[in-house]
């Protein structure tokens, strides 16, 4: 069965700072994606990227930057120079056959 | 916004009740997918439609149900409701049939229970 692991439960950091949220996944499958979403205080889900395990390349979006590393089973995702605006919690998914497989998720606070 | 709505917002109502879900997915979504969010169960599948017709089961009770209409609008009815049927509700819509698909999520039903 698929199994995301977040063990980080909250994180503060004080804004400008370089933050990383660490997401352990497990499967058997040979080929697969992995998620991240953003809940902020609002309450909503906010899809953020979607990635294949064919792809081990960092992906980067603006301040957010993603690290897969099959070979340990993490897809790890960093924030650079935080912003109160990233204060949210984050969550790493893993498809299984029907649905998606959310880990516990990370609570950024970013303290102005 | 994802572009998938839910309504209503919030939801206030008494042990024992039924209420009704709705969500609209993303122009062109054929799959709707449903998932409670609660304080100790976390993020949690529900059900999975996929125009109209039901392709997957998760932790749903069976005091809970759901259906997919030929508008491809879904609904997620909920009975005789506990205190621990408290939670955010969410919908999610995707393309495909498969769960690897982007799924973008409507911004939640919050259901209180009293």
């Known amino acids: 069965a698929q199994k995301v692991t977040q063990a980080q439960t909250e994180i503060s950091v004080v804004e400008k700072e370089d933050v990383t949220l660490d997401c352990v996944y497990e499967t058997r499958d040979t080929t697969y994606y992995l998620f991240w979403y953003k809940q902020p205080p609002s309450g909503e889900l906010v899809f953020l990227i979607r990635?294949?395990?064919?792809?081990?390349q960092n992906e980067i979006s603006g301040r957010y930057s993603w690290n897969f590393q099959k070979s340990t089973s993490s897809f790890n995702f960093t924030i650079t120079a935080s912003q109160v605006v990233d204060s949210a919690v984050y969550f790493c998914?893993?498809?299984?056959?029907?649905?998606?497989?959310f880990g516990t998720g990370t609570r950024l606070t970013v303290i102005p | 916004d994802s572009g998938v709505t839910q309504t209503p917002k919030h939801l206030i109502t008494a042990t024992g009740q039924r209420v009704t879900l709705r969500c609209s997915p993303r122009s062109g979504d054929l799959s709707v997918y449903w998932y409670q969010q609660s304080l100790d169960q976390g993020l949690q599948f529900l059900i999975q439609y996929y125009n109209g017709e039901e392709r997957a089961k998760g932790n749903i009770l069976e005091r809970f149900s759901a259906q997919q209409f030929p508008d491809l609008h879904s609904e997620l009815n909920l009975s005789s409701l506990e205190l621990g049927d408290s939670a955010l509700y969410f919908c999610a819509s995707s393309v495909g049939v498969r769960a690897s698909y982007e799924q973008y999520f409507g911004p939640g039903t919050r259901l209180t229970v009293t």
């Open positions: 998914a893993l498809p299984g056959a029907n649905n998606l497989f």
């Open positions: 990635r294949n395990s064919f792809d081990e």
